[in-house]
């Protein structure tokens, strides 16, 4: 099953502008990541915030996590054409077994206009 | 090329037949991971394994499917008995043992039972 949801499910922007993407989830967690999936191909990493961070930032990207809120959210700055893509949250479970399994949102698709 | 590779990228299969996917993780990483992805759903988690053993399997991993890495290299996961509700993007992905894993994901196999 999903862990959380992603909001908003669509985002349609014009290139330059920013995009914000949020991630809600429901069981303590030890990391939170980022990935990006062009359409029909397979999944690219943009970047990992730990439990115990609450921000981060990797060249047009920001992250920012709230564990008190179970939430986080995904900025990217001056958007551009290929930047459009499905966006997805995926967190890393606490411990036990499942340590290292990573449970996926529903994703968040984002359209960048030329 | 040392990402992860995945083979068949496509397979076409009658409802009944076994099917069987390759997943090659980049070379020094002792994890492996399998997920499923439907239409428009984030990808879910099905098993992986830490060098040959396998940690842990989902509920949404039914007896029809099995999966090895028999000398913690390579990994392969059959499907026997292919129903239509199997058809997916089938994903694989590697990682080093860490807490804070970043996974590389494979280009997936996309498999349609007829």
Sequence with gaps: ?114 | DTGVSQNPRHKITKRGQNVTFRCDPISEHNRLYWYRQTLGQGPEFLTYFQNEAQLEKSRLLSDRFSAERPKGSFSTLEIQRTEQGDSAMYLCASSLTSGYNEQFFGPGTRLTVL
């Design chain 1, 1 to 114: 099953s999903q862990q959380g949801e992603e909001d908003p499910q669509a985002l349609s922007i014009q290139e330059g502008e920013n995009a914000t993407m949020n991630c809600s989830y429901k069981t303590s967690i030890n990391n939170l990541q980022w990935y990006r999936q062009n359409s029909g191909r397979g999944l690219v990493h943009l970047i990992l915030i730990r439990s115990n961070e609450r921000e981060k930032h990797s060249g047009r990207l920001r992250v920012t996590l709230d564990t008190s809120k179970k939430s986080s959210s995904l900025l990217i700055t001056a958007s551009r054409a290929a930047d459009t893509a499905s966006y997805f949250c995926a967190t890393g479970n606490a411990g036990g077994t499942s340590y290292g399994k990573l449970t996926f949102g529903q994703g968040t698709i984002l359209t960048v206009h030329p």
